[in-house]
């Protein structure tokens, strides 16, 4: 059993086995969304449950309570308990305490499974969403606060926490499974926050209160630890790993760049040629930057000084071109009518074509 002191005095977080859980000496008051036990409560223990591998889906739908008091069993706990369950491997937590003065912050957090997988199903708020839920990619947030915020203020900090947890999953560059867009969460996740009890009351948990703030940071860094403990999911993943994360696989890119029969390459050699495109660091900073500016696109926020888009983007793809003696530049040789047949985002389509052309130029001659 490992163990770790949190801030509060008595308050400690334990791994043991598939449970994560944070003990205190004294009641803690919470405000939870947990699987068992959520709302408001008071507790000694709040459990992370991971499922185990063997543990049947139906099962789990059928009685999940049975899981969460089996595993509450195996850390000694008996009495009332406040769980949250998870596909997240546990002993991957990430861990961050902050304090000031007499306030202090500690933030749990799990996402990464033992495969290295995380947010396997992130999410985009508000975007339509066709999937049954799953525990797997689940992030889960406890933060335990040293001090006394009033319930309105315990509720507050649950908003700041969830700002924290977006804004480290958009800082990752994390993307919806269903649609390709910036990710805010995934399906699945929950969030505790407890506090003490000790000190005056507080009644601001606002990013820019004291409390807030520490709730923010922490939150945000121990999210981002947690995340970024999935392989896939790594601050330097590849460009092709980030382009499949906006729905554009690289099978998809070949198929699309195909219909350009000006190319005069079929999607074995385009997949070839695109990859080892992709590799060199000049071809990809191009990319990347297209998909920038077609998340600008999509978005509408393109100010007024780009002008017309379309004219744009293919002045974007012959400017990335270093053209040639029998080809000019990379676009010339594709006409409007190809163009208007590969379905990509603007950007991306005019970018990719250029850098093509030249690539495949050189290695006929």
């Known amino acids: 059993m490992q163990k770790y002191n949190l801030e509060g005095n008595g308050v400690q977080l334990v791994l043991e086995g598939n449970v994560l859980g944070v003990f205190s000496e004294a009641p803690l008051k919470t405000v939870s969304s947990a699987f068992h036990n959520g709302g408001i409560k008071e507790t000694r223990v709040i459990l992370n449950v991971e499922v185990p591998k063997d543990y049947g889906d139906e099962s789990l739908h059928m009685d999940p309570d049975a899981l969460m008091l089996e595993s509450g069993r195996q850390v000694g706990v008996t009495g009332d308990f406040v769980s949250m369950v998870t596909a997240a491997c546990v002993k991957n937590f990430a861990l961050a305490s902050k304090r000031e003065g007499n306030l202090g912050v500690s933030v749990v957090a799990t996402a990464a499974d033992d495969a290295g997988n995380t947010c396997d199903h992130a999410e985009s708020a508000g975007e339509e969403i066709d999937g049954q839920v799953h525990e797997r990619g689940t992030i889960n947030v406890i933060v335990v606060i040293d001090g006394n915020p009033t319930d309105s203020c315990l509720v507050s900090s649950i908003i700041t926490a969830t700002e924290a947890k977006t804004a480290a999953m958009l800082e990752l560059d994390i993307r919806s499974r269903?649609?390709?867009?910036?990710?805010?969460?995934?399906?699945?996740?929950?969030?505790?926050?407890?506090?003490?009890?000790?000190?005056?009351?507080?009644?601001?948990?606002?990013?820019?209160?004291?409390?807030?703030?520490?709730?923010?940071?922490?939150?945000?860094?121990?999210?981002?630890?947690?995340?970024?403990?999935?392989?896939?999911?790594?601050?330097?993943?590849?460009?092709?790993?980030?382009?499949?994360?906006?729905?554009?696989?690289?099978?998809?890119?070949?198929?699309?760049?195909?219909?350009?029969?000006?190319?005069?390459?079929?999607?074995?050699?385009?997949?070839?040629?695109?990859?080892?495109?992709?590799?060199?660091?000049?071809?990809?900073?191009?990319?990347?930057?297209?998909?920038?500016?077609?998340?600008?696109?999509?978005?509408?926020?393109?100010?007024?000084?780009?002008?017309?888009?379309?004219?744009?983007?293919?002045?974007?793809?012959?400017?990335?071109?270093?053209?040639?003696?029998?080809?000019?530049?990379?676009?010339?040789?594709?006409?409007?009518?190809e163009l208007a047949l590969v379905d990509l985002p603007i950007f991306v389509k005019h970018v990719l074509i250029a850098l093509l052309v030249d690539a495949l130029c050189d290695a006929e001659n």
Do not use: W
């Open 178 to 337: 269903y649609s390709g867009a910036a990710a805010t969460g995934t399906i699945t996740d929950a969030i505790v926050v407890a506090k003490t009890g000790q000190g005056e009351p507080l009644l601001f948990g606002g990013p820019a209160s004291t409390l807030g703030q520490l709730v923010a940071s922490c939150t945000r860094q121990a999210v981002r630890e947690a995340i970024t403990k999935g392989q896939e999911c790594s601050p330097r993943r590849s460009l092709l790993g980030r382009l499949a994360a906006r729905h554009l696989p690289m099978e998809k890119l070949t198929q699309e760049l195909s219909k350009a029969k000006s190319l005069h390459a079929d999607k074995q050699k385009l997949t070839l040629t695109l990859s080892e495109l992709l590799q060199k660091p000049q071809p990809a900073a191009a990319v990347l930057s297209a998909v920038k500016l077609d998340e600008e696109v999509q978005s509408g926020l393109i100010p007024p000084e780009i002008g017309d888009v379309a004219e744009l983007s293919r002045k974007f793809g012959v400017l990335v071109s270093r053209g040639c003696g029998n080809c000019g530049s990379g676009l010339s040789v594709v006409g409007e009518e």
